[in-house]
């Protein structure tokens, strides 16, 4: 199919490489690139690795063969990279200082040196959100004033430990005027989300001073030139935040749109945990890729074909379920 591109955006695959890819995630990389195809739009792949050590070693490599595999090619990425790179996010933290100190001159900031299981054990913290619990603003309350641009690279020590960075929610919802997050999601629909009340001030700097992932996540479909997200509907909370980041910091929001989980024939999420669904081990086992995209196809209600081409041409982003649907695993048959 001979493709004609539009400058106007890109859709992205951006995956975490902690483990192989199996058919939750590959399916959701499937409808993120005929999403963007069908619009015309470039796809990029990045690689969300803001802590490399965490990647076991020559996971990328059999990421990248799977998508090759499957003919998810891609017209930018770290192996083909184009002028919005580096496509990893190893590579990228000089590019995140930027956003970071334009959050600390709109005062929104603060450092943070409780641990995880202090945040936990707090008595006013009851309430969990898809991060954990919510934060109950024990160091907002130790430092009242707000961080300026130099403070953030020069936070004291405090019981051996180095502070995160937290964006003080409340705070940068009433620098916005506004006292919640609402998005029309393509797929979802209208979401709102109080986010004083269900996710709380959430991190931007790790203590290590890695950047975290709602920031880097955020600026970094904007950098690249992302006009459309697509992604599993667990992570609408996420999309909250960032689109606070991406307002308080003036920049454009995406298009996003969340679909439905993929599940297993006993209703059960698939996960990188279930070693029977990786691209991998179907591959292992003689399934081809043209099996692979047909039950991928299948499980979005289109009628059999594995062939890429043909679910480009039939893809229609409103057709998409927002339901949860069950994949199927791919026959072994021969390559088609």
């Given at each position: 199919?001979?493709?004609?591109l539009?400058?106007?955006g890109?859709?992205?695959?951006a995956?975490?490489p902690?483990g ?7 399916r959701t990389?499937?409808?993120?690139w005929?999403w963007?195809r069908?619009?015309?739009l470039?796809?990029l792949l990045?690689?969300e690795?803001l802590?490399?050590a965490a990647?076991p070693?020559?996971l990328l490599d059999?990421?990248?063969?799977d998508?090759?595999w499957?003919?998810?090619h891609y017209d930018?990425s770290?192996?083909?990279p ?6 990893r996010?190893?590579e990228r ?10 959050l600390a001159?709109l005062?929104?900031?603060?450092p943070c ?7 936990a054990?707090a008595?006013?913290?009851p ?5 954990g619990p919510?934060?109950p603003k024990?160091?907002r309350n130790?430092t ?8 953030i690279?020069n936070?004291p ?15 940068a919802?009433?620098l916005?005027?506004i006292n919640?997050?609402e998005?029309?999601d393509v ?9 004083t ?7 931007v700097?790790r203590?290590?001073g890695?950047?975290?992932y709602?920031l ?5 479909d904007v950098?690249?030139?992302?006009t459309?997200?697509?992604r ?5 909370p ?5 689109i606070?980041?991406?307002?308080l910091?003036?920049?454009p929001?995406?298009?996003y749109?969340h ?5 297993n024939c006993n209703?059960d999420?698939?996960?990188?945990r279930d070693?029977s ?8 086992r ?5 099996d692979?995209l047909?039950?991928l196809?299948?499980?979005v209600g ?5 062939k890429?081409?043909?679910l480009a041409?039939r ?7 927002p ?6 695993l791919?026959g072994?048959?021969k390559d088609?």
């Amino acid at each position: 199919m001979e493709r004609k591109l539009t400058s106007l955006g890109a859709g992205r695959f951006a995956p975490t490489p902690t483990g192989r890819l199996h058919l939750g995630n590959v399916r959701t990389a499937l409808l993120a690139w005929l999403w963007a195809r069908s619009c015309g739009l470039r796809n990029l792949l990045r690689i969300e690795d803001l802590d490399p050590a965490a990647i076991p070693q020559g996971l990328l490599d059999g990421l990248y063969q799977d998508l090759d595999w499957l003919g998810l090619h891609y017209d930018e990425s770290p192996l083909t990279p184009g002028e919005v790179g580096p496509y990893r996010q190893s590579e990228r933290s000089v590019v995140y200082q930027a956003p970071l100190l334009r959050l600390a001159a709109l005062g929104v900031l603060y450092p943070c040196w409780c641990s995880r299981k202090e945040v936990a054990s707090a008595a006013v913290a009851p309430h969990f959100s898809d991060e954990g619990p919510i934060y109950p603003k024990t160091c907002r309350n130790r430092t009242p004033e707000p961080l300026c641009v130099l403070d953030i690279t020069n936070l004291p020590v405090v019981n051996g430990r180095f502070p995160a960075l937290r964006i003080d929610v409340g705070s940068a919802l009433n620098l916005l005027g506004i006292n919640a997050i609402e998005f029309v999601d393509v797929v979802q629909g209208p979401q709102r989300f109080v986010l004083t009340e269900t996710m709380g001030d959430f991190v931007v700097r790790r203590s290590d001073g890695i950047v975290a992932y709602q920031l880097a996540c955020a600026y970094d479909d904007v950098m690249m030139g992302c006009t459309q997200v697509l992604r599993g509907r667990d992570l609408l909370p996420s999309t909250a935040r960032q689109i606070l980041l991406l307002r308080l910091l003036e920049l454009p929001v995406p298009t996003y749109a969340h679909v439905g989980l993929a599940l297993n024939c006993n209703g059960d999420r698939l996960s990188k945990r279930d070693g029977s669904t990786s691209i991998q081990v179907l591959r292992e086992r003689g399934s081809s890729s043209y099996d692979v995209l047909t039950c991928l196809g299948l499980s979005v209600g289109w009628s059999t074909t594995g062939k890429l081409d043909d679910l480009a041409s039939r893809f229609r982003i409103n057709e998409v379920t927002p339901h949860d649907v069950t994949v199927p695993l791919p026959g072994a048959n021969k390559d088609k």
